[in-house]
């Protein structure tokens, strides 16, 4: 099993910044595709992005592309995910995600609790 902690959450003005963490144990996630989904009130959850187990291969979703930049240290068992220029429509809670096999995009193995977002204008 592997349990996922998020951190780094928290209010910020529009055009402001955020770093998320997710710190797992448990079991090393050095082989395991990382990702990170957000959802917001009344929609679906949608991925932002991913990154595969060497981090050589990255997803952004389009409204975050050149904004976020997802990362992994695998040495410390961490991912991040560097949040700059924010916009209000970037609030949700995020929630940090983990797949044994592939990427995960839609569907994961293990799932993180979340943390909240919120951008103000």
């Known amino acids: 099993q592997v349990q996922l902690v998020e951190s780094g959450g928290g209010l910020v003005q529009a055009g402001g910044s955020l770093r998320l963490s997710c710190a797992a144990s448990g079991r090393t996630i050095s082989r395991y595709g990382m990702g990170w989904f957000r959802q917001a009130p009344g929609k679906e959850r949608e991925v932002v992005a991913a990154?595969?187990?060497?981090?050589?291969?990255?997803y952004y979703a389009g409204s975050v592309k050149g904004r976020f930049t997802i990362s992994r240290e695998n040495g410390k068992n961490m991912v991040s995910l560097q949040m700059n220029s924010l916009k209000p429509e970037d609030t949700a809670v995020y929630y940090c995600a983990a797949s044994i096999d592939g990427v995960p995009l839609r569907n994961a193995d293990y799932w993180g609790q979340g943390t909240q977002v919120t951008v103000s204008s």
């Open positions: 990154l595969n187990w060497s981090g050589g291969s990255t």
